[in-house]
């Protein structure tokens, strides 16, 4: 199939995003080769429906029944209202980095740099998480013993392949993530379509039984217990703006490709889950806690051994992609931070190789990573606190930048990108707000009160260290001054472009 889409660049788009670029503020030597179809792979592959419904299933279940499919649905609309915020800000703003750069046209340096900060380093507590969890599946597929030490060496091992690939290039980054959306797609349809024709267990309705589980004699604080399923499950879209200088025509492509993640991504998890709730054999069982494994009693009744190693290699591609994917995006944050000089070591960060690719950003993307990974060795409890960071400290930066899109609306920013709101901008963007805070305090609320301290707020005082952290540098060390690139200019580009409009209509 044949689009222009999918189709290389020509000269003219090449050189019409050149001069966008230069017009921002910028240059750079990037190898624009991503289509519209890999910058989306990029962004489900990151979002990776496979990786987190099984994952989190059998928690989740058991947490709140087989209602929790709902929360797919539900946080899918919440994240919706995010990815559209992002796409009128990456629309106006394609600038590598991602959230960095939209908050320090929207906001001013010192936000950036923060919003910078706590994603990064959310960023760098997924790829260790991802990659531990990882563990696992590749025990089941090849049959040997899972233990802590060996789960942190597959983790290595994993951490180790991804950055080698990333480093080959923009190409191979962009091949790699449709083969792994396609496996990942594939690989989830024929399962779930399997399960639902010759495993099914469960009638429709039962997404509707709440088992009689409640919390103090209410089934909601149960139901978002489980909703953590969806929660966790829906990032990733923002991927497909950090390659923002790699997809040519980035202005209308990476809008639609962040849209994409949502709604195939989206669906492809609502599917997945729906097949595995309907195919559990008992679920009285996994609410009672008999069956810790429901994923894996269901494969391994529906496919045998064989069958069922067949779909963990299909899950350990789908961990491989989304692991190279998170790799990609913090290279690039990191890239953008030293090309504004924001951060140590900007020289050798902001330099690319000779395969188009910040190779020094790409090896500290995956360094920090693996020395959070190699701490399990010592201290797992500490690990766990720091890899609980990971989705909140996403979630964090997800809603300065909404923060930040408001303030510039309040200034007279009105987007000006080829993917705009229109009218409907301030109330997606005042929804996203309140569903971005409804999620964190979701995510942070205290639920089982007879467990460690760490387990219960683990997340509050990790994101404080790192907040705090961040604070206490940026204060001492003023790193946000020592760059000139553009920034906080949102608004004026906004009212320049009216004034030019204005002063034509009136000519």
Not at 10 to 25: F, I, N, V, Y
Not at 99 to 108: H, K, M, N, S, T
Not at 380 to 397: H, K, L, N, P, R
Request: overall charge neutral.
């Amino acid at each position: 199939m044949t689009n222009t889409s999918a189709s290389a660049p020509d000269a003219h788009s090449t050189s019409r995003d050149a001069e966008q670029l230069k017009a921002l503020g910028y240059s750079s030597n990037f190898d624009r080769s991503m289509s519209l179809w890999e910058n989306f792979a990029l962004g489900f592959t990151y979002l990776s429906p496979v990786v987190g419904v099984y994952t989190l299933f059998g928690l989740c279940l058991a947490a709140g029944g087989p209602p929790m499919f709902w929360s797919y649905l539900l946080v899918g609309l919440g994240q919706l209202m995010v990815c559209l915020v992002f796409g009128e800000i990456v629309s106006q703003f394609p600038i590598s980095g991602g959230v960095y750069p939209w908050a320090r046209r929207l906001v001013g340096k010192r936000w950036a740099w923060m919003v910078g900060w706590v994603y990064g380093w959310a960023l760098c507590a997924t790829i260790a998480g991802v990659s531990v969890g990882a563990g696992p599946y590749l025990a089941a597929m090849l049959g040997f013993d899972f233990g802590p030490n060996t789960g942190v060496y597959t983790a290595l091992a994993l951490i180790l392949l991804s950055t080698i690939l990333n480093l080959s290039g923009t190409k191979l980054l962009a091949k790699v993530a449709m083969f792994g959306f396609l496996c990942e797609l594939i690989g989830a349809i024929v399962v779930g379509l399997y399960l639902l024709v010759f495993e099914r267990h469960q009638p429709i309705g039962v997404l509707f039984d709440t088992f009689d589980i409640s919390i103090n004699g209410s089934y909601l604080p149960a139901f978002l217990a489980a909703a953590l399923a969806g929660i966790f499950q829906y990032y990733g879209f923002e991927a497909c703006g950090d390659v923002a200088e790699e997809t040519p025509n980035p202005s209308k492509r990476i809008p639609k490709a962040m849209r994409m993640t949502i709604y195939i991504g989206g669906t492809a998890a609502m599917f997945a889950c729906l097949a595995l709730i309907l195919a559990v054999p008992d679920i009285q069982k996994v609410i009672a806690g008999e069956d810790t494994d429901p994923v894996g009693t269901i494969l391994n009744n529906a496919f045998g051994p064989v069958g069922s190693k067949l779909i963990m290699a299909v899950v350990m591609v789908s961990f491989i992609s989304c692991v190279l994917s998170l790799q990609a995006a913090a290279s690039r944050l990191l890239f953008s931070y030293a090309r504004d000089n924001m951060i140590i070591g900007s020289n050798a960060l902001k330099r690319l190789s000779t395969n188009h690719v910040p190779m020094a950003a790409l090896l500290v993307s995956g360094v920090l990573p693996a020395l959070i990974v190699c701490a399990g060795l010592f201290l797992q409890d500490a690990v766990a606190t720091i890899v609980s960071f990971a989705a909140i400290g996403i979630y964090i930066g997800f809603q300065m930048i909404v923060i930040a899109a408001l303030y510039a609306r309040s200034r007279g920013w009105n987007p000006s990108g080829e993917f705009t709101l229109g009218a409907w901008g301030l109330l997606v963007n005042l929804v996203a707000l309140a569903y971005g805070i409804g999620a964190i305090v979701n995510m942070v609320w205290p639920r089982t009160p007879d467990a460690a301290w760490y387990i219960n707020y683990g997340m509050l005082v990790s994101t404080a260290l790192v907040i705090g952290l961040g604070v206490v540098y940026m204060v001492l060390r003023k790193p946000y001054d020592r760059g000139t690139a553009p920034s906080a200019d949102a608004w004026l580009i906004s009212n320049r472009n009216s004034n030019a409009a204005g002063n034509l209509a009136a000519s």
